[in-house]
């Protein structure tokens, strides 16, 4: 148990100054893990809602999370970092479902989520669950390198923030009317957003429409190559050789939004009767062969297309943006764009079977397949490596994940401790962004250790500017 608090306390000051009042809120909170993890241990395993540390798990680097109604495993990478009790209540009802197959992944990033825990791949045969799917459908990473080095870029990196800012629209205000909203387009998109929309996204959407009339009155194309809000950001960074990268993580926005909630009422409906039987409610599925089943498929599958040309889209801008800005010389993009998706759904083949695998909050990483794994405002993040692990369904984690609530952050930090996590950081810096700040994620260092055998390290990267939603 000391050897434990000793470790986390490690990895909470590691590398940053604190005031001796934000070690000892950090301090509580860490002998409070290390305490439920004592808790954890017992017969009864009743932790009371505090945090399961589970950590130590032997040889393995996944832990078998199983409970008494289960029906398949739930493999968790999870060694050295914590995770919700109530997020353990959550994958041990998934894994009661039939329609499951052979096991639940889960990833060092998990935590609370709704339907199913964030950070979890569902591989499932003849059903899909929309509420594991979520709500915002096809959200996920795109990546540039740059032939910029750090020298390339002026002291003062404000006016390159503020270009970025005004290349694309992010937040919400007006109540998301589409005349007002500063998160859209105001009705009027670009030359290069009316073509990505005419010739890629509205024939599929025309005959989503067709069916479900109510999709045309959502912000589709006035949304297209806009951020959003909450975890959504923008961002450049720096790698460990001083070349800039740009990064960006956003999905389907206003229609990816309408078409998620839309099928899990749907799929309430269809199960009928039959919905009372379910461990939760939210975890309501459409079967394969309804019309139900494969109008989703298609809405799913445009919806993901969408939120990656949104991610192209948006790369495009920020890439004019720091071609605008006073000083920076001419550069090319190096490589090809790393874009993936990491809330989404699509049929694979898994230990010999084809089955549609839900990755809700989840990285594909097949061997040599590149992916993006960020951390929060001020920590690193990881150019990463698959390695075809087939016990994770080819997967990693898509972030750090969230260690406390939006609440809980907001109640916990101040404006001063958000300032001094992210300093040197070109950023917004106050109370509105709390719910955002650092220390309300996981470490991310450990999250990537936790998973070494799913991934190798290709790149570390450090920002130096964050847009947020």
């Known amino acids: 148990l000391k050897l434990q608090f000793l470790y986390l306390i490690a990895i909470y000051t590691r590398g940053r100054r604190r005031c001796p009042s934000h070690l000892q ?168 957003t009316k073509a990505a929309w005419k010739e890629t996204l509205k024939p599929g959407f025309d005959r989503l429409v067709s069916r479900y009339p109510r999709l045309a009155y959502t912000n589709n194309d006035n949304h297209l190559g806009t951020l959003g809000t909450g975890n959504h950001f923008l961002e450049v960074h720096l790698d460990e050789k001083d070349y800039v990268w740009l990064m960006l993580h956003s999905g389907s926005r206003g229609v990816g939004n309408a078409i998620g909630f839309s099928f899990i009422e749907m799929a309430k409906q269809d199960m009928g009767k039959h919905l009372s039987n379910l461990p939760d409610q939210d975890l309501a599925y459409l079967r394969e062969g309804s019309d139900a089943f494969n109008d989703y498929v298609e809405a799913v599958g445009w919806a993901q297309n969408y939120a990656r040309v949104n991610r192209q889209l948006m790369m495009e801008a920020m890439l004019d943006a720091l071609r605008k800005t006073k000083g920076i010389p001419s550069f ?28 809700k909050g989840a990285v594909r990483a097949e061997e040599g397949e590149l992916g993006i794994i960020p951390g929060s405002m001020g920590t690193d993040c990881y150019i990463v490596r698959g390695k075809g692990n087939a016990q994770s369904f080819n997967s990693c984690s898509h972030g750090a994940g969230r260690e406390m609530s939006r609440v809980q952050a907001r109640r916990s930090f101040s404006v001063q401790e958000h300032m001094a996590a992210t300093e040197g950081i070109e950023c917004r810096k106050d109370k509105d962004v709390i719910d955002e700040t650092p220390m309300a994620y996981k470490p991310i260092a450990a999250v990537i250790d936790a998973q070494s055998d799913l991934i190798e390290v290709v790149a570390r990267l450090k920002q130096i500017v964050c847009v947020k939603g």
Not at 161 to 168: D, F
Not at 336 to 356: L, P, S, T
Request: glycine share 10%.
């Open 25 to 192: 809120k950090r301090m509580f909170r860490v002998t409070r893990r290390a305490l439920c993890a004592a808790a954890a241990s017992r017969p009864d395993n009743k932790t009371d809602g505090m945090h399961i540390d589970v950590t130590n798990i032997g040889q393995h680097r996944y832990r078998n999370l199983r409970g008494d109604k289960s029906r398949v495993d739930i493999k968790a990478w999870v060694d050295g970092v914590s995770m919700d009790s109530e997020c353990l209540d959550q994958l041990r009802a998934c894994s009661e479902l039939p329609i499951v197959f052979k096991h639940i992944a889960v990833m060092p990033d998990v935590h609370y989520g709704k339907a199913g825990s964030v950070g979890t791949i569902i591989p499932t045969i003849g059903a899909i669950i929309p509420a594991c799917v979520g709500v915002d459908i096809g959200c996920g990473m795109v990546a540039v390198e740059t032939s910029l080095h750090a020298n390339d870029l002026p002291d003062s990196l404000m006016e390159l923030r503020m270009n970025i800012e005004m290349a694309v629209p992010h937040g919400r205000t007006h109540n998301g009317q589409k005349s007002l909203d500063a998160g859209g387009w105001r009705g009027a998109p670009p030359d290069r």
């Open 332 to 359: 090319k993009s190096v490589g090809r764009a790393i874009n993936c998706h990491h809330n989404y759904v699509e049929q694979e083949r898994h230990f010999g079977k084809d089955v549609w695998v839900t990755r």
